[in-house]
């Protein structure tokens, strides 16, 4: 695999959506674009909510992708513009600090992180002048990493337009950082892939360090997408921060039962590791160290030996100071049965066992099923749409992405595709006149696509 994402000389008027955004680009600042960035959006296959505390994922990137064109301006401004008009054009200067506003997450903020981690990589200052003009073809808030690839395609694009280089290892890892700015404490599978993506193969992301191995899907069964159309910001709510925090805690938790530094451990899959035990013997104990009903902050703060001040500032993140009660045993459990889940999912594609669609589909349905009750990241309209795709011939179907709304992916035997889309339409979109209006774009076959890359006019 090539190490930094690809220059591909492209053919503008052979793809309809490439010229259109060229015609946007001429209309708007008056000359023609000097490159083209796209970062595709993923679909996570099978480890939800893992990334963040250490252990691996297996995801996907989908054809949908952030497309941006670009060229460079002597105005000393980064000019920005969408295709979409529900977003609003944006005009910040080079030589002024960015500032990113997480109490409100604007489009434009989301690609100013990617700007901000590229610009604090290579301490440029200033940064050159820049006219954008993005196009999106990932649905927003819908679990399919539609922020974090524009994240990913504004740092590629300041990479270019201010002449470095970089390898798409340290991108994912500068774009994951500088997501943060918006409030969002990921774990890093969204850029990670968006960035290592090869067409053809799932990976398995691994951290620390970060690396990917293909995972070849079987023969005989497609992924498909399906939206449940209930939208879910992760940056405009807590939700995900607060699950981020509950493990950060559950981590301080266990390691101090078992006598370790609680105070350098803030990952459950660092607690596995000092200890080196296996995933089994990590649910086990779990089981025998934290009670299944909620902590409260005094019984946390008395166990830890804290006071309430540090349970603030060192547990807590800015959006999660209200939280009173934290469901310690049933987040851990997740987190480390679906870490097993991953490699069993692994495990069964590089066996290319008679039965490995129906076991992929049984690891699916365990995933979803601990999301909903232990997580519960899961919401009525997901649960019902699951439902619904495993009655029209789904193997497994479970939510994607950080959930509370957004997309469930289905496992499909390919003999049953049609008949399937026809069974989920009917079931789930059709009744609703909303859902039937977004019902194009809300449900489909999805294949594993490339990863973001460059492309020059021919």
Same mark, same amino acid.
């Given at each position: 695999?090539?190490?930094?994402?690809?220059?591909?000389?492209?053919?503008?008027?052979?793809?309809?959506?490439?010229?259109?955004?060229?015609?946007?680009?001429?209309?708007?600042?008056?000359?023609?674009?000097?490159?083209?960035?796209?970062?595709?959006?993923?679909?996570?296959?099978?480890?939800?909510?893992?990334?963040?505390?250490?252990?691996?994922?297996?995801?996907?990137?989908?054809?949908?992708?952030?497309?941006?064109?670009?060229?460079?301006?002597?105005?000393?401004?980064?000019?920005?513009?969408?295709?979409?008009?529900?977003?609003?054009?944006?005009?910040?200067?080079?030589?002024?600090?960015?500032?990113?506003?997480?109490?409100?997450?604007?489009?434009?903020?989301?690609?100013?992180?990617?700007?901000?981690?590229?610009?604090?990589?290579?301490?440029?200052?200033?940064?050159?002048?820049?006219?954008?003009?993005?196009?999106?073809?990932?649905?927003?808030?819908?679990?399919?990493?539609?922020?974090?690839?524009?994240?990913?395609?504004?740092?590629?694009?300041?990479?270019?337009?201010?002449?470095?280089?970089?390898?798409?290892?340290?991108?994912?890892?500068?774009?994951?950082?500088?997501?943060?700015?918006?409030?969002?404490?990921?774990?890093?599978?969204?850029?990670?892939?968006?960035?290592?993506?090869?067409?053809?193969?799932?990976?398995?992301?691994?951290?620390?360090?970060?690396?990917?191995?293909?995972?070849?899907?079987?023969?005989?069964?497609?992924?498909?997408?399906?939206?449940?159309?209930?939208?879910?910001?992760?940056?405009?709510?807590?939700?995900?921060?607060?699950?981020?925090?509950?493990?950060?805690?559950?981590?301080?938790?266990?390691?101090?039962?078992?006598?370790?530094?609680?105070?350098?451990?803030?990952?459950? =899959?660092?607690?596995?590791?000092?200890?080196?035990? +296996?995933?089994? %013997?990590?649910?086990? *104990? #779990? !089981?025998?160290? /934290?009670?299944?009903?909620?902590?409260?902050?005094?019984?946390?703060?008395?166990?830890?030996?804290?006071?309430?001040?540090?349970?603030?500032?060192?547990?807590?993140?800015?959006?999660?100071?209200?939280?009173?009660?934290?469901?310690?045993?049933?987040?851990?459990?997740?987190?480390?049965?679906?870490?097993?889940?991953?490699?069993?999912?692994?495990?069964?594609?590089?066996?290319?066992?008679?039965?490995?669609?129906?076991?992929?589909?049984?690891?699916?349905?365990?995933?979803? =099923?601990?999301?909903?009750?232990?997580?519960?990241? +899961?919401?009525? %309209?997901?649960?019902? *749409? #699951? !439902?619904?795709? /495993?009655?029209?011939?789904?193997?497994?179907?479970?939510?994607?992405?950080?959930?509370?709304?957004?997309?469930?992916?289905?496992?499909?035997?390919?003999?049953?595709?049609?008949?399937?889309?026809?069974?989920?339409?009917?079931?789930?979109?059709?009744?609703?006149?909303?859902?039937?209006?977004?019902?194009?774009?809300?449900?489909?076959?999805?294949?594993?696509?490339?990863?973001?890359?460059?492309?020059?006019?021919?």
């Amino acid at each position: 695999m090539a190490t930094n994402p690809p220059k591909l000389k492209t053919a503008i008027t052979a793809n309809e959506r490439l010229q259109n955004l060229k015609n946007t680009f001429e209309t708007k600042y008056g000359k023609s674009p000097l490159f083209y960035a796209c970062a595709p959006g993923r679909v996570n296959l099978i480890g939800e909510h893992i990334d963040y505390c250490g252990y691996s994922v297996l995801p996907m990137a989908i054809e949908q992708n952030i497309l941006a064109a670009v060229s460079v301006n002597n105005s000393g401004t980064i000019q920005l513009a969408n295709t979409n008009p529900q977003y609003s054009d944006f005009t910040v200067s080079c030589s002024e600090d960015i500032t990113i506003d997480r109490d409100n997450p604007k489009w434009h903020y989301y690609f100013l992180c990617g700007v901000k981690g590229i610009q604090e990589k290579f301490g440029i200052v200033p940064l050159s002048g820049m006219s954008c003009v993005v196009d999106g073809t990932i649905p927003p808030s819908s679990g399919l990493s539609s922020s974090s690839a524009l994240v990913c395609c504004a740092g590629l694009v300041t990479m270019e337009v201010n002449q470095k280089s970089l390898s798409k290892v340290a991108l994912a890892e500068i774009c994951a950082k500088c997501e943060r700015y918006i409030g969002t404490e990921g774990g890093g599978m969204d850029q990670s892939i968006s960035f290592l993506a090869e067409r053809g193969t799932a990976k398995l992301i691994e951290f620390q360090p970060l690396r990917a191995t293909d995972v070849k899907l079987p023969d005989g069964a497609v992924f498909v997408i399906s939206n449940c159309c209930m939208e879910m910001n992760k940056a405009a709510s807590s939700h995900f921060n607060i699950r981020v925090v509950e493990c950060r805690i559950a981590t301080k938790m266990l390691a101090q039962a078992r006598g370790l530094d609680s105070g350098r451990l803030l990952k459950l =899959a660092q607690v596995q590791t000092e200890l080196k035990a +296996s995933l089994e %013997e990590m649910l086990a *104990l #779990v !089981d025998e160290v /934290l009670h299944p009903e909620p902590y409260s902050r005094e019984e946390i703060c008395k166990a830890l030996g804290i006071t309430s001040e540090q349970f603030s500032t060192e547990l807590l993140s800015a959006n999660t100071q209200h939280v009173t009660h934290f469901k310690l045993h049933q987040r851990a459990k997740h987190v480390y049965g679906e870490a097993a889940r991953v490699l069993q999912f692994k495990s069964v594609c590089d066996s290319v066992a008679a039965e490995s669609i129906q076991l992929l589909g049984d690891l699916m349905n365990q995933s979803h =099923a601990s999301c909903r009750d232990l997580y519960e990241c +899961s919401c009525p %309209e997901l649960d019902q *749409l #699951v !439902d619904i795709c /495993l009655k029209s011939g789904a193997v497994g179907s479970r939510l994607t992405g950080a959930g509370w709304g957004g997309c469930a992916v289905s496992m499909v035997p390919c003999e049953k595709v049609e008949s399937f889309l026809q069974a989920v339409r009917e079931a789930y979109y059709l009744p609703d006149s909303r859902r039937a209006a977004m019902e194009k774009q809300s449900l489909f076959v999805s294949k594993p696509g490339g990863g973001a890359a460059i492309f020059l006019e021919e």
